[in-house]
């Protein structure tokens, strides 16, 4: 999937992506929320951005700003300019090695086609169009719409979610009562935060944010939740596996199955925001050599 020029009043799946980048990357972080629609807020997040690598100032997220986000290869908008590389710290390693959220050649079984990260972009604009004179031009609703307002924008859960990161086990007898709150949101209804708790913390920010779970609180259940993806959005419900070796100290699981939302992806590990997730609430990296995405599923009619 390649990432278009896209710039205020765009709207859609790559706009949420960007937001999210900006608030992982940028220094200091914004935050914006994913609300998937470039507005003012986003576009002075993408100015700060861009004066603080050194780029042309314009708010107009391409080839170049994509680059320095961690977007990179064949995911970046074709333009006559070099591609940038990524930056990097003064120890010469890169500071980020994210690309673009596609995971079409991972084994994910029969899936009918879904919706991709970002809709129909717009046409990458020639770098000579982009003169010194851009930062003076007016600024409203220069790209044309990606996906139209309220219909496949945004993932309401993700705030949810993001905004409990950081929730963890409690050692010892005693019990963390948010987890156990998770898990009210199921039929098990599990009093301990000891219970594998990553599919109650799916369905707990999905009922946070209006939308009703499937209250089931076993991992693999929610591989038949909603609508099936052939590709990721930021935000989608993905089941992973990988062969029990007891208990697998990154998700929880003694069965192998865990359960999570889509953040992104390299070409060697998937990238989920989840419970129980070394005991906590975080975003972690899993190899996709170890971990089998079994499904990626989406709210039926959002």
């Known amino acids: 999937?390649?990432?278009?020029?896209?710039?205020?009043g765009a709207r859609g799946q790559q706009v949420q992506m960007l937001q999210h980048l900006l608030n992982t990357?940028?220094?200091p972080r914004p935050p914006?929320?994913?609300d998937g629609v470039f507005g003012a807020a986003t576009e002075r997040a993408v100015r700060s951005f861009q004066q603080g690598r050194g780029l042309e100032v314009d708010g107009v997220v391409g080839a170049r700003t994509w680059s320095s986000l961690g977007v990179g290869g064949s995911a970046l908008p074709r333009t006559p300019s070099?591609?940038?590389?990524?930056?990097?710290?003064?120890?010469?390693?890169?500071?980020r090695a994210v690309t673009a959220p596609s995971i079409r050649n991972l084994p994910i079984?029969?899936?009918?086609?879904?919706?991709?990260?970002?809709?129909?972009?717009?046409?990458?604009?020639?770098a000579a169009t982009r003169t010194a004179a851009a930062a003076a031009r007016p600024a409203l609703h220069r790209s044309a719409q990606l996906e139209p307002p309220g219909s496949t924008i945004g993932a309401p859960w993700m705030r949810v979610a993001l905004a409990e990161k950081g929730?963890?086990?409690?050692?010892?007898?005693?019990?963390?009562?948010?987890i156990v709150e998770y898990h009210a949101t199921t039929t098990l209804a599990a009093k301990t935060d000891e219970v594998a708790w990553c599919a109650s913390f799916v369905n707990w920010c999905l009922e946070q944010a209006?939308?009703?779970?499937?209250?089931?609180?076993?991992?693999?259940?929610?591989?038949?939740?909603?609508?099936?993806?052939?590709?990721?959005?930021?935000?989608?419900?993905v089941h992973i596996y990988r062969t029990p070796r007891g208990v697998d100290g990154a998700t929880g699981s003694s069965s192998g199955n865990h359960?999570?939302?889509?953040?992104?992806?390299?070409?060697?590990?998937?990238?989920?925001?989840g419970g129980n997730q070394g005991n906590q609430v975080k975003v972690s990296n899993y190899p996709l050599k170890q971990y089998t995405v079994k499904a990626m599923r989406w709210p039926e009619g959002r």
């Open 1 to 8: 999937m390649r990432f278009g020029e896209i710039d205020r």
């Open 25 to 27: 990357t940028a220094r």
């Open 32 to 34: 914006l929320e994913l």
């Open 82 to 95: 070099p591609a940038v590389a990524p930056s990097r710290s003064s120890s010469g390693t890169p500071t």
């Open 109 to 126: 079984g029969d899936a009918p086609p879904g919706r991709g990260m970002g809709g129909t972009a717009t046409a990458a604009r020639p």
């Open 167 to 178: 929730v963890a086990e409690v050692a010892g007898r005693a019990h963390n009562p948010r």
């Open 210 to 237: 209006g939308i009703r779970g499937i209250r089931s609180a076993r991992a693999a259940d929610w591989g038949k939740f909603g609508t099936a993806l052939s590709e990721p959005r930021y935000g989608c419900i």
């Open 259 to 273: 359960v999570a939302f889509f953040v992104g992806q390299t070409a060697t590990h998937i990238q989920l925001l």
